[in-house]
Nanobody, 118 residues
C-alpha cells in the first residue's frame, strides 16, 4: 500500500496550490479519502474529506470556500485545490485512505510541506 503526496511548496499569501495523492496497492474506489494537516506545535487536523463514491465532501470551517477536494478513481488519485492561501495554512499535509469493512483500514502518506509566506 502506498499513498504518495505531491504539489506542496512555498507560495505567497493569496496564492494557490494543488496537492495530489497517488494511491496504489489497494482498491482506491472503495475508500473514503481525507486530507489532514499538521502545523508545528499543533495537533493534526482534518481539512477535507470525500466519500468513496464521491461527490459528498466535507471541509473544516477554516478552509470552506477556499479549498476543494476531488478524486479521480480511474487514476487512483485524490486532489486538494487550495486557493486564497493564508500563512495559517502552513503545515505538512497528509493524505489518508479510510474504510471500515469488518475492520478498520487506515492508510497514510508521508506528507508534503506547504508554506505560505511573503
Amino acid at each position: 500500500v502506498q499513498l504518495v503526496e505531491s504539489g506542496g511548496g512555498l507560495v505567497q499569501p493569496g496564492g494557490s496550490l494543488r496537492l495530489s495523492c497517488a494511491a496504489s496497492g489497494f482498491t482506491f474506489s472503495s475508500y473514503n479519502m481525507r486530507w489532514y494537516r499538521q502545523a508545528p506545535g499543533k495537533e493534526r487536523e482534518l481539512v477535507a474529506s470525500i466519500t468513496n463514491g464521491g461527490p459528498m465532501t466535507n471541509y473544516a470551517d477554516s478552509v470552506k470556500g477556499r479549498f476543494t477536494i476531488s478524486r479521480d478513481n480511474a487514476k487512483s488519485t485524490v486532489y486538494l485545490q487550495m486557493n486564497g492561501l493564508k500563512p495559517d495554512d502552513t503545515a505538512v499535509y497528509y493524505c489518508n485512505a479510510y474504510r471500515t469493512y469488518g475492520r478498520v483500514y487506515d492508510y497514510w502518506g508521508q506528507g508534503t510541506q506547504v508554506t505560505v509566506s511573503s
